[in-house]
């Protein structure tokens, strides 16, 4: 498996790569290549090209336009402090990539393929990896339906690309609680449906209820089930925990996959792993809006937090909703949910030993 390689003919500069480097937030600037792979029907999977970073021409009838096949994925690269580029935890970011290709009638991209389009990048723009603390490079994988054609079916033409963004701290002041809307109105997914894939869709159906809980003075929205919207199942595009305290000892809940509409976070089952390893009870099972507020009533939970691959941990300080308001702990960042943030940080950065081998080297020391 070759990938040709047409890098850009005119490059930055070191300062100014530095330039854009000092500030970069997250998904705002990006690196100067990417990987581009074609498909079609009768041919399969073409040959990978490293190309500059730039536009894509599409034609106005692609089918991605009209009828959403469309998917993506993201993951990070970090340098550890010997030089090396790790990322963590890709193979499992590419059979979900697969898994969401499924769901929506489009070609599985090989996992080797895409492990290897990951690396071949990495290692070209490793200049853009930055150094500092809490800081990454953002891996962003696409595929897209670019058949012309209006006839309602799965396109027989794809396009996948893949290409990187800096991301800085996401926390850069320290990490805050964040208050959160309940959504009656909206629902993120139905049995059945596409909750399971990480699909342009589901983000695209999202974004009123989003609006809706800035509306109300909130940071997020947190979804209810769409049968009975009793059941509390993400928080915006992340997985949700509680912890439960009885005794002294934590318990870990976050809401079951079994339902088939929530996606099924890295993040997420990474926590489950390290909460495990520590000691504490870690439970996957429904969790009501009921539960939730009687919880924090009765002091039986502590602390509530979402997880995904952009801030790894967000704790949860305040939940508003049409029933009222309810507060979460001291409005700081719980004790659970903090060190379960360094740990997995610390794993990423090279910090502490990789003991499950989620670590795979890009660019070697």
Not at 92 to 118: G, Q, W
Request: hydrophobic share 40%; glycine share 10%.
């Amino acid at each position: 498996m070759t990938i040709d390689l047409h890098p850009t003919q005119t490059p930055l500069s070191d300062e100014e790569r530095r330039q854009r480097l000092q500030s970069p937030g997250f998904g705002r600037i990006f690196t100067e290549h990417m990987i581009s792979i074609k498909y079609t029907a009768d041919k399969g999977w073409g040959p990978s090209t490293l190309v500059p970073y730039g536009p894509i021409t599409l034609d106005p009838a692609a089918a991605v336009l009209h009828y959403g096949q469309a998917i993506f994925e993201g993951f990070k690269a970090y340098r550890h402090a010997n030089g090396g580029i790790v990322t963590f935890r890709p193979e499992a970011n590419a059979l979900r990539f697969a898994a969401s290709a499924r769901r929506l009638a489009m070609p599985e991209l090989p996992v080797d393929r895409f492990l290897e389009a990951a690396r071949v990048l990495i290692t070209q723009d490793q200049a853009w990896v930055p150094s500092r603390e809490g800081e990454s490079l953002y891996i962003r994988p696409l595929l897209v339906a670019t058949e012309a054609f209006l006839g309602v079916r799965p396109s027989h033409e794809y396009l996948f690309l893949l290409f990187a963004s800096p991301a800085g701290a996401y926390f850069p002041g320290g990490v805050k609680p964040v208050t959160v809307w309940i959504s009656d109105d909206y629902v993120r997914a139905a049995p059945g449906g596409t909750g399971t894939a990480k699909c342009a869709g589901n983000y695209a159906a999202s974004l009123v209820a989003q609006s809706k809980a800035l509306e109300q003075g909130c940071d997020q929205v947190v979804w209810l089930d769409a049968v009975e919207r009793h059941w509390v199942e993400e928080m915006g595009g992340m997985n949700i925990f509680f912890v439960f305290e009885r005794g002294g000892y934590p318990r870990l809940v976050t809401p079951s996959l079994e339902t088939g509409t929530l996606l099924p976070g890295i993040t997420r089952d990474s926590l489950l792993t390290l909460a495990r390893d520590l000691g504490w009870e870690a439970e996957e099972r429904r969790v009501s809006v009921e539960e939730w507020d009687e919880g924090l009533e009765t002091g039986l939970i502590k602390e509530v937090f979402a997880c995904g691959t952009a801030a790894v941990i967000t704790p949860i300080g305040t939940v508003k909703s049409k029933r009222g308001t309810w507060e979460v702990g001291d409005g700081k960042a719980g004790p659970i949910a903090t060190r379960l943030r360094t740990l997995l940080l610390d794993v990423q950065h090279g910090r502490v030993p990789d003991t499950h081998g989620w670590l795979t080297a890009m660019v070697p020391a």
